[in-house]
């Protein structure tokens, strides 16, 4: 199975902080890459499709970008809404599709 | 709306089968796939596989062949995940979520409110 490393696993920042946050996968995924957000207790949310569409009614201060094996997501000014959990995921492997560990980001 | 509202939680012993359903509305059940998900207690989210809302044919995730079955019944638009021979590892909350588009059915953009499954003698 492919393998996607997201750094960093947690972190901690101040509304209107910008925020980047990576995923590496072990091989070529091309642009077959999404990012999620997830609250306690909720479902996940898509954020980001094929690596750097908006999903709908996503708010555009959400962003992502990369392509092959190097991808990021950034928050370009953190809003008190988005303390969350993040997944990047794969779907270039449409047998074995995986996620990231996850990255934290709370209220420094 | 698109809507897909699941079961509700269920507790089991190590070696019993488990079956949540996954009702949809809102949408064209045919014209995207089903997806599930699961996430264990304080940890990341774990793709299990993914059944076409058009043909019904399924994809299983390596880890769950032999233990898993999906189907769904298109009368009612509900998508089903059983799993059998459970273990106390697959205590999780289980996600069912619209996959796109219909042929790879690689990202999940609605998602179910989750299941939590227990597993626990």
């Known amino acids: 199975d492919i393998q996607m490393t997201q750094a960093p696993s947690s972190l901690s920042a101040s509304v209107g902080d910008r925020v980047t946050i990576t995923c590496q996968a072990s091989q070529d995924i091309t642009y077959y890459l999404n990012w999620y957000q997830q609250k306690p207790g909720k479902a996940p949310k898509l954020l980001i499709y094929d690596a750097s569409k908006l999903a709908t009614e996503v708010p555009s201060r959400f962003s992502g970008s990369g392509s092959g094996t190097d991808f990021s997501f950034t928050i370009s000014s953190l809003q008190p809404e988005d303390f969350a959990t993040y997944y990047c995921q794969q779907y270039d492997s449409p047998r074995a599709l995986t996620f990231g560990g996850g990255t934290k980001v709370d209220i420094k | 709306q698109v809507r897909l509202v699941q079961s509700g939680s269920e507790v089991r012993k190590p070696g019993a089968s488990v079956k949540v359903s996954c009702k949809t509305s809102g949408y064209i059940f045919g014209d995207y796939g089903l997806a599930w998900v699961r996430q264990a207690p304080g940890q990341g989210l774990q793709w299990m596989g993914w059944i076409s809302g058009y043909n019904s044919r399924t994809t299983y995730a390596q880890n769950f062949q032999g233990r898993v079955t999906m189907d769904t019944d298109t009368s009612t638009s509900t998508a089903y995940l059983e799993l059998r021979s459970l273990r106390s590892d697959d205590t999780a909350v289980y996600f069912c979520?619209?996959?796109?588009?219909?042929?790879?059915?690689?990202?999940?953009?609605?998602w179910g409110q989750g299941t939590l499954v227990t597993v626990s003698s």
């Open positions: 979520a619209r996959a796109f588009p219909i042929a790879t059915a690689g990202s999940f953009d609605y």
